[in-house]
Each structure stands twice: as structure tokens, then as C-alpha cells.
């Protein structure tokens, strides 16, 4: 059991028998009321977002999750398939796996969370590369490398990246907040 004081994002926490996961946490102290704790949450069952705000001193439980490393091979249908290094295979649904597709290319390495033996979720790497197969060209004379555009990854997936960056290039991506961090270094 945790207070809510001590949840933090990324805390998995058993509410009235669902699955949540803690996305946001912040503290708050206002006046003459007492301290509370507001969440954002994501329901790991259904994937529906919602938000809360709970007493510092009031109890959850904490769910522990089980993280095994995997590698994408393919796609079946509406599902997605993983394999472990004991070439066992795990599906998961695509309605689990929103965030995860913008960034999913064959032999792919990523984890998948297991709740009491069932996969529920991909975690990805935190950084990846990835090339730019399309982006507009910049304007001549313009490198502070403050002004961005969009461009377009292999997957379909359009992030935004300084007017620099050129199609064939390829850049470091933060896949938890979708914002370009830096040009990859050759090998």
C-alpha cells in the first residue's frame, strides 16, 4: 500500500479492481485546505484517460508489473507479434499499442508489461533513431535552429524537427514526448 503522497508517474495502481497507470503527479497546497495529490491517469485494461484528485494521506495499492524483453517480428491482422529470446511469441492488441506504432519497425527491440501472465502494454526504447524520408526544404538564410518544421518518419509518423534537417538524415527521438532531441552521430 502506498499514501498518495508517495505515487509518481509510472506508479501502477490497483483502483476498485482496475489497473491504472499514474501519468502525471503533482502536489498541491492551497491556503487553509488541506494538501492533495492531483493524477492524470490511464486505465491499462481499456486505455481510457482520466484525471483525480486524492487526499496526501489516503491509501492505493501498488501493482507490481512483470517487464520482459522482446523483439517486433510482424503484424497479424489487428494484432502485433513479439518474440522473447526463447523464441516465445506474445500478440497484443493494436487498441494497446497507440503510442507504440508510431515508431515500430521490424526487429525492433521494446518491452512488454505482463500483468498476472497477460501482456498489456509495449514499453520503447526512450530514444531512438530514425530517418527522415520527407520534409519540406528549409529557407536560405534562416540557421538559428530555433524555427522547426515538420517531417516524416518511415512509419508515417510526423514529428517536428529544425528547418536544418534534411530528407535522408537521421535524428534522435524522444519517444515519450515526441520531440526531436538531436542529429544521430554516424557509425
Known sequence: MKYAQEVRAGNVLNMNGNLILVTKAEFSKSGRNASVMKFKFKNL???SP???VYKTDERFEDVMLDHK???YSYQDADNYVFMDQEFNQYEIGGEFMEDALKYLEEQMPCEIVF???KPLSVE???KLVR???YTEPAAKGDTSG???KMGRLSTGHEISIPAFIEIGEKIEIDTRTDEYVSRAKAA
Do not use: F
Request: net charge negative.
Open 45 to 47: 485494461i481499456t486505455g
Open 69 to 71: 524483453e522482446v523483439v
Open 146 to 148: 530555433k524555427v522547426m
Open 50 to 52: 482520466s484525471e483525480g
Open 115 to 117: 500483468y498476472e501472465g
Open 124 to 126: 520503447l526504447p526512450i
Open 131 to 133: 530517418e527522415i524520408v
